[in-house]
């Protein structure tokens, strides 16, 4: 009955440890330092996943946390890495919440800007190009490009640097926030070569608007008129003399509306 004891069977263990000089700290120390490496190999994977779907332009999630592609491709991944599938095994702290997933694809976004800064920085000067938009929650904001000329190739790349929410779209307030994004970017004001917009008197405006502010400062910045915008005026000029294809654009945009202004209609549309 002693030698079943809890008592005996830990002085054994402590004996033993005795004899053979072993130190039990650096045992502790050993088994940290491998569960450690474990976990940044799976942290390490972890990341590896949302940058190649963030590259390959697929969704981390679906309908289900279950059926995410996220959670997928680690469980495939993890048939090949037993640190990745004791990661996931674990009931709490397996950093794939949405929280940590977005922070994650946060500072791998922050690391694209900073090579496309790099590069821009390289090739001194550059355009702005912006447009006013609302997203699905009808908030007014901005979308805000840069585009730039390598010096090498001389070929033209344009970069999408975000969007930006404005509470309002007058010059004065769209001046503040160029010279704010252009500040966190760490880009030179005075680089600017080009500005970019739509025909909006707020913007395109040779007195007050937005392009004059920024001539305020840097004359050399051109103002090109947008040609998408223009594409799209032209287009919708033609389309009104053209009575068939008003007719039936027309039709279209008033049966969409028709659909979408009733559940039940909307409803039926799906399922037939």
Known sequence: MHENSELHKTNVVKNSFIKTNANIYA?????????????????????????????????????????????????LRSEDSTELNNWLGRTKYKWISHDIINEILSMLSLEVIRNIIKQIKENTFYAIL?????????????????????KESLEIEEYFMGFYETPKTDSDTLFKIVKDILCRLELDFYNIRGQCFDGASNVSGIHKGLLARIKEIEPRALFVHCQA?????????????????????????????????????????KTN
Request: with cysteine.
């Open 27 to 75: 045992q502790i120390s050993d088994s940290h330092k491998k569960s450690m490496e474990e976990s940044r190999l799976a942290l390490d994977k972890i990341i590896s996943s949302v940058f190649f779907l963030a590259k390959q332009g697929l969704a981390l999630r679906r309908h289900t946390d279950e059926s995410a592609n996220l959670n997928q491709l680690l469980k």
């Open 130 to 150: 912006l447009d006013e938009t609302s997203d699905i929650t009808v908030k007014e904001q901005i979308s805000f490009c840069l585009r730039t000329v390598d």
């Open 229 to 269: 915008h223009s594409l799209n005026l032209v287009t919708q000029d033609s389309m009104r003399n053209v009575k068939n294809a008003r007719d039936v654009l027309n039709f279209i945009r008033e049966l969409i509306t028709f659909i979408k202004q009733s559940p039940k209609r909307l409803s039926w549309f």
